[in-house]
């Protein structure tokens, strides 16, 4: 029963990431994200408006043509993989909602302020403001075609243990061929 366990109204969902060169933080890197809330588009919650907030966002950058960039460059630093090309394709416009359930791949240099990658990284803070995905609002189902490979986001604002999935006959067709990234 979910009874009392419904969340109405629009949340805030934010994922730090540990870019820097300190101990124990991981340089400039492509990291495979997905978002637990739907209503925003990528440029107003990963790159927060345009707004160059210390901590927060990312510098993020398309191929000539793309729109709502911070900056052209010849490869994009916002992609999803492909599966029926297998191929990572660029993300052509930032004012599109985010909602790809199979996850983005974005190349975090740091916050807003690092915007090249010489510059020194540092963590920032990404963060989405929606509707958050549950029963009464489930996240969009990802189609895998037979043979081929696909990425699943994590849609959900917590870590997914998919061992305990297996285990418990969510994912009864699910095997060992699980590479988490």
């Known amino acids: 029963d979910l009874t009392g366990n419904i969340i109405s109204g629009k949340v805030s969902v934010e994922r730090y990431i540990n870019t820097g060169v300190g101990a124990g933080q991981h340089a400039q890197t492509w990291q495979l994200l997905s978002t637990p809330t739907v209503g925003?588009?990528?440029?107003?919650?990963?790159?927060?408006?345009?707004?160059?907030?210390?901590?927060?966002?990312?510098?993020?950058?398309?191929?000539?043509?793309?729109?709502g960039f911070d900056a052209i460059t010849a490869g994009a630093s916002l992609k999803y993989y492909n599966s029926a090309t297998n191929q990572y394709t660029g993300v052509v416009n930032t004012a599109s909602t985010i909602t790809l359930p199979n996850g983005y791949y974005v190349f975090i240099r740091g916050d807003r302020s690092v915007k090249l990658p010489a510059?020194?990284?540092?963590?920032?803070?990404?963060?989405?403001?929606?509707?958050?995905y549950q029963p009464t609002a489930p996240a969009p189902s990802v189609t895998v075609p037979v043979g081929k490979f696909a990425t699943v986001g994590n849609p959900y604002a917590s870590a997914i243990d998919l061992n305990y999935m297996k285990t418990n006959g969510y994912f009864s067709n699910l095997n060992n061929d699980v590479i988490v990234w």
């Open 119 to 132: 510059n020194t990284p540092v963590p920032t803070i990404l963060r989405t403001t929606g509707t958050i």
């Open 40 to 67: 925003q588009s990528i440029y107003n919650s990963w790159q927060e408006g345009g707004a160059a907030i210390s901590g927060r966002g990312a510098w993020l950058t398309g191929t000539s043509g793309s729109s």
